[in-house]
């Protein structure tokens, strides 16, 4: 197992296109920007480099019609960033097909669990 893969259950990824797709830590990142109305908070929270957070935001922002992400210049006080109307529903839908995907495999996931070894000792 990888070490970062702390969570049980499915990660989904989309892969809209060649080249694009959206997973738990884009929509992570733009939850973040959502709650914190910043990349750079956003990025710290995840224990990602504001470069790497920044470098995500471009590229979903030039994926789709329009930008998900809206930034502000202007440093502490006046900067900051938000999500846009495309960048709610983007993180709408992505997490309405996380929902969908649990639903649909919960009775698995449970077949599944039952079978696994007994790692406590």
């Given amino acids: 197992m990888k070490p970062n893969n702390k969570t049980t259950g499915i990660r989904l990824r989309i892969v809209l296109q060649p080249d694009i797709a959206i997973g738990p830590g ?3 990142l733009l939850e973040g920007i ?6 750079a908070a956003a990025g710290r929270q995840m224990h990602m480099s504001y470069k790497r957070a920044w470098t995500l935001v471009e590229s979903m922002n030039g994926c789709f019609k329009s930008p998900l992400v809206q930034t502000n210049r202007g440093g502490h006080k006046r900067g ?7 960048g709610e529903r983007v ?3 992505y997490r309405g097909m996380e929902l969908a995907s649990k639903k649909a495999i919960a009775k698995d996931m449970r077949s599944l669990r039952r079978l696994l ?5």
């Fill in 26 to 28: 884009k929509a992570d």
């Fill in 34 to 39: 959502k709650k914190t109305g910043s990349i």
């Fill in 80 to 86: 900051g960033a938000q999500l846009t109307q495309t």
């Fill in 91 to 93: 993180l709408t839908i």
């Fill in 117 to 121: 070894a007994d790692m406590s000792q």
